[in-house]
């Protein structure tokens, strides 16, 4: 997910250009620009949360892993259902999977541990 996010930001620019020279009104093209960047950053902001909860896994409840999961799953969905099959969705789709299932194999931390 983290080099996905890299990579979105770097192809900002040339979106950019794209959604600037179309004949879009000026407010679809910022609101354009303005979720291709808030998308690379919530790549970017999970998978450091996704790497924090790999390394510390005791740190997260299985109700927070879930919902956290459910992220990308959404974002997959939304992929899917504007773009068709596009492989994007499939990273997406197999990150909130990895991430659903690590919640649901979560074993709580016992009390007084």
């Not at 994007?88 to 991430?99: D, E, K, P, T, Y």
Request: net charge positive; charged share 10%.
């Amino acid at each position: 997910m983290a080099g996905g996010g890299v990579l979105h930001s770097l192809a900002f620019p040339t979106a950019a250009g794209v959604a600037n020279r179309s004949n879009l009104p000026e407010l679809f093209v910022a609101a354009f620009k303005g979720l291709w960047l808030s998308d690379s950053a919530t790549l970017l902001g999970l998978a450091l949360v996704f790497g924090f909860m790999a390394i510390r896994p005791h740190s997260v409840t299985r109700p927070l892993a879930v919902l956290l999961g459910l992220v990308p799953l959404a974002c997959a969905l939304s992929i899917y259902s504007t773009m068709g099959n596009f492989f994007a969705g499939h990273i997406l789709l197999f990150s909130s999977g990895a991430v659903l299932l690590g919640g649901a194999l979560l074993r709580e931390k016992p009390p007084g541990a």
